[in-house]
Every structure is written in C-alpha cells, then in structure tokens.
C-alpha cells in the first residue's frame, strides 16, 4: 500500500524575473542539469523530464536540457557547471546540497533548481538570491532509521553509518543517529564518504567489527548504491538505504522522500522560472511524504523474519 503525498507550499508571491528575457530571446529555452554519479542511475532527470513533460514541453521541441555527469568524481562538479553556464542556459537544476553550493559560487544570476536548500536560502518563504526548489526533510525522518533497521533485525548492536561530514546537511542527520542510538542503546561507527576516505571506510565495513548498516541520503552515495547493496549482502549485514529505489536493487529496507514524485514537482519551478518568475521569490515546498520499503527476499537471505508490524506499514513490499 502506498501512503497519499503531502506537500506545504510555504505562502509567498511572484514577481518578474528578469533574466527569462533571455528565454524569450531564444527560440528554444535551454536548462543545465547536473549529476554526480554517471547517466541512467539517478531518479532526479527521470522525474524532472516527467514534470516538464506534464507541462506541455517536449525535450527537442519547445527546450532544450544540457546534461552533465561527473562519473563519481566530485572535483569535476565546478568544471561541468561552468560548462553549462558557459551554454548561457536558463536555469540550472542541480540535485543535492554540494552541487547546488558549488552552483552557488559560480553564478549569482542564473536561476537555481535544486532539492534541499539547507543553508542556501535566506527563508523558505521568500528564499532571496537566486535559489529555489524543494526542502527535504530527511534530517527529520533519519531519526527513524536505526528504529526500523532494529525492528527488522532485533539483535543488532553496533552499526556503521556511511555519511559525508563535508556536507552541511548531513550534520542534522549525524545528530539524530546520535540521539537515536543513545536511547535505544546502539554502538555507532560513523564512517567517512569524503571521496578520499571512502574505500578506507568500506574496507572497515566487517562482520568482525559491525553488524548493521545505515546509508545517509549525500547526493554523492546514491551512484554508489548497486556497489553498497551488493558489499551489504556478501557481508550479511542488514542495512537500511535514504533512497527508495534501494530496494528494488535488492536492498533490505529503505526509509526516504520519494525523489522522482519530488522532482517532478521540482518541474514547475522551471516553468514557473522560464515563464519570467524570479526564483527570489518562489517559496520553497517542503516534502512531507516519506515512504517506508522493504525487500523480503533480501530478508530471507540474510535469515531475518519481518515483524508484520513493520509490514503493514510499508509502503511498498518485495517478495
């Protein structure tokens, strides 16, 4: 069963915005999208295409999309933004708070798109500047995490938490862990994913040393899931994922906002931008839905029996 989506759309107006004279220029308005990990894995452009598609545009037609990966290399983020804007694009889409930064200090006029605005804008209500999009409460619900892992698997005790501590976002959600795990009586290992230090970081990932694991929601891991799922399952290690197509990749569980129903809606802000609404002043949508999933065959693999208390919650149930 799948819960009904929520979405509060913080009061706010909008006013013309200057630069969609340069849409009304061209025959054809362009937008830069971005993504950290390689094409075809992400559910961000597949929503986002959904969105402009429900709104009357055909990719080819009426708008153009410049694409740019940076195949998991994270230094690469500043070169391929300053490809696009080089495009003199319309606006710029840009998944998660490290690229929608770095979008942040290559361009103060080109209007940003992006999903979790945590320290980017000066309110939700009227964010300033040239950012908006969606608010992703995922410091709010990771403080589930650890509850339902537990549920699934009673006997865990120390779990490993892959999380990037460069990212500001991620601190909300280390603290939540942090209280969780102190109430429920759960050893932490919090292990880095600064590009660096993640292989040190896996490599630690042991039976002998954890026996759970919990992956934050960092733009920059979900490229990284197939490998994550797949070194969870050879170590037997029941393990929770932020993204919800974990699970149909063979993850145990996943616990997070719907990205593809978000970036769809994330849509019309580049409609609303391209039809001369100025981003300044377009309030930020916060995603209440969250959606818990669960993979039972990955379950029977690992020798674990889901509580059907957990079950008749889940959103969605792989047998």
């Given amino acids: 069963m799948r819960r009904r989506e929520f979405i509060t759309l913080l009061s706010g107006s909008a006013f013309t915005w200057p630069l ?7 025959a054809i308005p362009r937008i830069g999208y971005i993504w950290s990990g390689a094409p075809g894995a992400e559910m961000s452009i597949a929503g986002l295409r959904q969105g402009l598609t429900d709104r009357g545009y055909v990719v080819g037609r ?14 690469r983020i500043p070169v391929l933004i300053d490809q696009l804007l080089a495009l003199s694009i319309d606006v710029l889409v840009t998944p998660g708070t490290p690229i929608t930064r770095a ?20 309110s939700l209500s009227r964010p300033g500047g040239n950012i908006t999009g969606m608010s992703l409460l995922s410091g709010e619900y990771s403080a589930k995490w650890l509850e339902l892992l537990t549920k699934a698997a009673p006997t865990l005790h120390r779990i490993a938490v892959l999380w990037n501590p460069d990212n500001p976002a991620m601190i909300e959600e280390h603290d939540h862990l942090q209280d969780t795990a102190h109430v429920l009586g759960l050893a932490l290992t919090f292990l880095s994913a600064r590009p660096s230090e993640i292989e040190a970081s896996l490599a630690a990932l042991t039976p002998a040393t954890v026996d759970g694991f919990v992956v934050t929601d960092d733009a920059f891991l979900e490229p990284l899931l197939p490998r994550l799922i797949a070194l969870a399952a050879d170590r037997r290690l029941p393990a929770l ?8 990749q063979g993850g145990l569980m996943s616990y997070s906002a719907n990205f593809f129903a978000m970036w769809r809606r994330a849509a019309g802000y580049v409609d609303r931008i391209l039809k001369g609404d100025r981003p300044s002043e377009l309030p930020i949508e916060q995603a209440t839905e969250v959606a818990l999933n669960i993979n039972l065959t990955t379950a029977k693999a690992l ?3 889901i509580p059907t208390t957990l079950l008749v919650t889940a959103d969605e149930v792989i047998e």
């Avoid at 969609?20 to 061209?26: E, G, V």
């Avoid at 979008?103 to 000066?122: D, E, H, K």
């Avoid at 994922?241 to 149909?248: G, H």
């Fill in 103 to 122: 979008a942040q200090r290559a361009t103060t006029t080109v209007p940003i798109v992006c999903i979790t605005v945590s320290g980017l804008v000066a």
């Fill in 303 to 305: 020798g674990l029996t």
């Fill in 20 to 26: 969609a004279a340069r849409a009304q220029q061209r």
């Fill in 241 to 248: 994922y932020p993204f919800s197509n974990a699970i149909q």
């Fill in 62 to 75: 009426n708008l153009m999309i410049e694409e740019r990966y940076a195949e998991g290399n994270p230094h």
